[in-house]
């Protein structure tokens, strides 16, 4: 372009704004006044000279340099300047152009882009409109503005089309009255028709895509944004088509340019719309994901509770299955006779020191004590027992596998549970309770008692039980009855624990039993007044009997239950007891050694096990020797300084619990045996009449047994050495020797001739002959007592005399009796009593099949016998039971030679085996047996009859 031409556009440049300054006037007075200043205008047309010659000067690059971008946006400034001059108001001036930002006059900084955009949009809207002063043909004759357009939108392009956002708003007002300042009136409608025209038409289009934008966003949104839907697309498409079109249409730029922009934005568009479909599908797929794994999680939730479950299910059968297996030990122990062993931890007293304890751990079995140097370098000692209840266990907890021994007292067998251990380790705590008792902390007594009495209630309907109670305490050597209330003490023998002269009390409840166990409190407490605390240092035994007979079969169960609370066990060093402490402390240690010594030799299974080397042993000479069930609580304190007493206690506990007692027999007689049993009775009777024995007579035809006697709900009457006076229940005591075990029925004669029995009587009965009376060392005790001179037990089993009795008896003294009976038939002579009596025995031998049921009941008393009477066991057994005798030999035992015993082949059993005579009457059917014999009659010796 020429100078020519610059100065002619200048010129007309200067026309333009010298018109539009002078109409500018016209419409606003103010803003023409200020437009109108000389150094305003001047300005302008500097800058417009300035401006045109700078981009005249050089093209702007589509991309332009750094230098070359700031170039352009001065270009426009300049420009833009120039069109505010021309529409005040319209475009903001510029003041600055730092960086790529444009400072404007009130101090704003906007975005040249921004800036120039408004620019452009304002000189197509001019343009639009037909503005002369843009005419094309004005732009296009200079040159000059279309550059500058062409700067900015290449201003535009470099800073992306994307970024393009707000734009300048400026007064439609203003505009209006700038474009139709310089028009004639009656162009006016015209134009403003045209205008209008043109702003319908874009505010149409710009309504019609904005409302398809919205409905295609919203169905978007609806469908989850999963892919991108055709119609989007269309729209898309046709977005892109209008903006070419538009881009077509615009005449002021050039073709490329906003062909390139639109197409651009159009590719801009579409890659955004792809990543927002990828956005939306990878939200879908995340959202599906997380559904699966909530699925799953849910899933393996349920399976993993399923499991738990399971897994709880099985934890409590493990449970069950330990406690079945505990069970399963327990009877297997049982069976074998084992002697239960619980032991318990006592918890420390208040105003002790828990810090040192000497027990470490506790599991179900063992216990594991904490040891000093001195005991051994591991420093730890364990022990297993059947149960181990720690400090907390409670009292209910330590008799919960007590109860089914109280069943099996009511089933007919005898029961012992003792409680051993140190001075002050709990076992009055265990057995009977602390000094205030309440509903939690009764005792094993008091819990035991209460089950019987349960469980006799509940059986009522098959069973009628009757319970009566003994106790007596061990003090010094010296047995005494706790129900007595003269406070003498009943046998001071020291051979023999005479315990028929403890009263046994029938009893029909818990409390009776209670207040009888005060009584024997309060009769031990008076003791203690004169002997120092003395209840602690005395053996005390509370006795329960129980006699069941089942109403249907009339068979008789009886049992017995010793419940033993020991003195405690005491280092008498230790203690420094001196004077009556120190006689008492050796007295319970004699004893409690004896005990010792009693379980060692069980444990060593000893042909000989010394019963008789004290009281205590020989209280509980049926429950560790006579097959009866055995329960002990050991004992121990928790403090460390008594770790020697506990160590010794529990290795004696230990000891205890390998003994075997062999399985606990059942005392049962059935009714068959029974009423043979009463017809003996009244055999007897009948012969005795006959023989004019009054006083035989008398006493057989009362009942045979305590029970019996009691028939009808009167209690027994009390015995005539009772005091005037006394207790109601005291006053229902009896004798022991009346109601002692199951041997204690009937023929309370004999029992008041108080004659033992004679096994000579037997000979002769069954056609032997007597026993030499060579010894006088087995005396007879006022009751009938049979005591040997020195208290060592005697053991029969070796004894080739039985042996050789039992056969010749066994197999012939069925004929030798049925000939005696037949020499004295009609003769009214006693011995045909004594046929009758031993016949029914014979047969009970040969036929029977309750034998064992007889021995067992046998059994029962056998060794109460013995405890009173000291007399040795005289069978099988080591231990003195009599349980070895063994029925199929007792049925297949022949000897052709029984009628005539050759005596020389039959030798004593024992030099002070010497019976007294007079009793033969007594015999017992049981006597089919030397052994049997011996023991039967020590049995009604004790009991009083021996039916
Ligand atoms: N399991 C226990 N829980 C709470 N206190 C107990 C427990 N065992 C024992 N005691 C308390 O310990 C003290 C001694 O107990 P207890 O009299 O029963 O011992 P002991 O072995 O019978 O003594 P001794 O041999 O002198 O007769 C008592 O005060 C008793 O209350």
Redesign the pocket.
């Known amino acids: 372009m020429g100078s020519e031409g610059v100065v002619s556009m200048m010129s007309v440049v200067e026309d333009v704004l010298k018109q539009q300054g002078n109409r500018l006037n016209d419409v606003d007075l103010a803003s023409r006044k200020a437009e109108e200043t000389a150094s305003r205008r001047y300005e302008a047309a500097g800058w417009l000279r300035k401006t045109v010659g700078i981009v005249a000067a050089k093209d702007l690059p589509e991309e332009p340099s750094e230098e070359e971008f700031r170039l352009g946006l001065r270009s426009g400034m300049i420009l833009c300047n120039v069109l505010n001059k021309v529409v005040p108001g319209a475009i903001p001036k510029v003041v600055e152009t730092p960086g790529d930002s444009v400072i404007v006059p009130d101090g704003a900084a906007l975005s040249a882009y921004q800036y120039f955009e408004n620019v452009r949009n304002f000189l197509v809207t001019l343009q639009d409109m037909g503005l002369p002063t843009f005419e094309a043909s004005d732009l296009e004759q200079g040159g000059k503005s279309s550059r500058v357009v062409h700067c900015v939108l290449a201003l535009k392009s470099y800073h992306e089309w994307k970024q393009m956002g707000e734009f300048f708003t400026f007064s439609s007002k203003v505009l209006v009255r700038a474009v139709l300042s310089d028009k004639k009136p009656e162009e006016i409608p015209f134009l403003v028709e045209s205008m209008l025209s043109k702003v319908m038409e874009e505010f149409e289009h710009r309504v019609s895509s904005q409302n398809e934008l919205v409905k295609t966003t919203s169905k978007d949104l609806d469908d989850g944004g999963r892919f991108i839907s055709k119609p989007k697309v269309d729209i898309l498409e046709k977005n892109c088509t209008t903006l070419k079109a538009k881009g077509n249409d615009m005449n002021l730029i050039d073709e490329e340019a906003p062909k390139n922009m639109l197409l651009k934005q159009c590719t801009i568009l579409a890659q955004q719309e792809r990543d927002i479909q990828n956005l939306k599908h990878i939200l879908h797929t995340t959202k599906a994901g997380m559904q699966y794994m909530k699925a799953q999680y849910s899933e393996e939730f349920n399976n993993l509770g399923k499991h738990l479950y399971s897994l709880s299910h099985a934890a409590s059968g493990y449970h069950k299955v330990l406690e079945e297996n505990r069970k399963l030990y327990n009877q297997v122990q049982d069976l074998k006779g084992n002697i239960r062993v619980y032991c318990?931890v006592?918890?420390f007293?208040p105003g002790q020191s828990s810090i040192m304890s000497s027990v470490g751990r506790i599991d179900d079995g063992s216990i594991t004590l904490i040891t000093p140097l001195k005991y051994g370098k591991e420093g730890r000692k364990s022990f297993s027992f059947n149960k181990v209840f720690g400090?907390s266990a409670s009292q209910e907890e330590v008799f919960s596998d007590t109860q089914a021994l109280i069943r099996s007292v009511l089933d007919g067998y005898n029961v012992c549970i003792f409680a051993y251990?140190q001075?002050?380790?709990?076992?009055?705590?265990t057995m009977s309770g602390?000094?205030v008792l309440n509903e939690h902390s009764h005792g094993v007594n008091y819990r035991a008692l209460n089950d019987l009495f349960y469980l006799s209630e509940q059986r009522k309907d098959a069973f009628h039980y009757e319970i009566a109670v003994q106790m007596i305490e061990i003090y010094n050597e010296l047995v005494r009855d706790l129900l007595v209330n003269d406070n003498k003490i009943r046998n001071s023998s020291q051979k023999g624990l005479n315990v028929p002269d403890a009263r046994l009390i029938p009893v029909t409840s818990t409390s009776e039993v209670i207040e009888l166990m005060n009584i024997g409190q309060r009769n031990r407490a008076v003791g203690a007044t004169a002997l120092n605390d003395r209840s602690?240092r005395s053996h005390s035994c509370l006795t329960i009997h129980v006699q069941g007979r089942e109403m249907a079969s009339g068979t008789i169960l009886r049992g017995c239950m010793h419940l033993v609370?020991l003195?405690?066990s005491e280092r008498v060093d230790k203690s420094e007891a001196k004077g009556e402490r120190l006689k008492e402390a050796q007295h319970i240690n004699k004893s409690l050694s004896a005990l010792g010594d009693v379980i060692a030799a069980l444990a060593q299974k000893n042909s000989h096990v010394p019963y008789r080397n004290s009281k205590l042993t020989q209280l509980l000479q049926d429950s560790l020797g006579g097959q009866a069930k055995t329960l002990m609580f050991v004992?121990i304190s928790p403090e460390a300084d008594a770790i020697g007493e506990t160590i010794s206690t529990l290795k004696f506990a230990e000891r205890v619990a390998t003994v075997e007692l062999g399985s606990a027999r059942l005392n049962k007689e059935s009714g068959e045996v029974k009423e043979l049993k009463e017809q003996i009775v009244s055999l007897k009777a009948a012969l005795a009449r006959k023989d004019g024995d009054s006083e035989y007579i008398q006493s057989t035809m009362s009942s045979p047994d305590l029970f019996a006697r009691k028939a009808g709900g009167a209690l027994p009457p009390c015995s005539n050495r009772q005091p005037d006076g006394e207790d109601c229940l005291i006053n229902h005591r009896q004798p022991m020797e009346e109601v002692g075990n199951i041997e204690m029925r009937g023929n309370s004669g004999l029992k008041q001739k108080n004659t033992g029995f004679d096994l000579q009587q037997l000979l002769l009965a069954t056609g032997s002959h007597p026993w030499p009376d060579t010894d006088s060392s087995l005396k007879f005790q006022k009751h009938g007592a049979v005591v040997g001179d020195d208290d060592s037990p005697r053991d029969w089993e070796g004894d080739n005399t039985l042996d050789f009795f039992y056969k010749r008896y066994q197999s012939d003294t069925r004929d030798h009796l049925e000939q005696q009976y037949n020499r004295n038939i009609g003769g009214g002579r006693k011995e045909n009593h004594e046929y009758e009596v031993q016949r029914n025995q014979f047969d009970n031998v040969a036929t029977d099949n309750s034998d064992d049921l007889d021995a067992a009941t046998s059994d029962s008393s056998e060794a109460d016998m013995l405890w009173q009477f000291n007399l040795p066991k005289v069978t099988g057994t080591p231990n003195g039971c009599g349980t070895r005798i063994k029925k199929p030999q007792v049925k297949l035992m022949k000897s052709p030679d029984i009628r005539t015993p050759n005596h020389s082949n039959i030798p004593s059993p024992s030099p002070s085996r010497k019976l007294p005579s007079g009793s033969a009457q007594s015999l017992n059917r049981n006597s089919r047996l030397p052994g049997f014999e011996v023991k039967r009659f020590s049995s009604i010796g004790k009991m009083g009859n021996g039916k």
């Open positions: 318990r006592r918890p007293l400090p251990g001075t002050g380790s709990g076992k009055t705590y602390p000094k602690s609370d003195a405690g004992h």
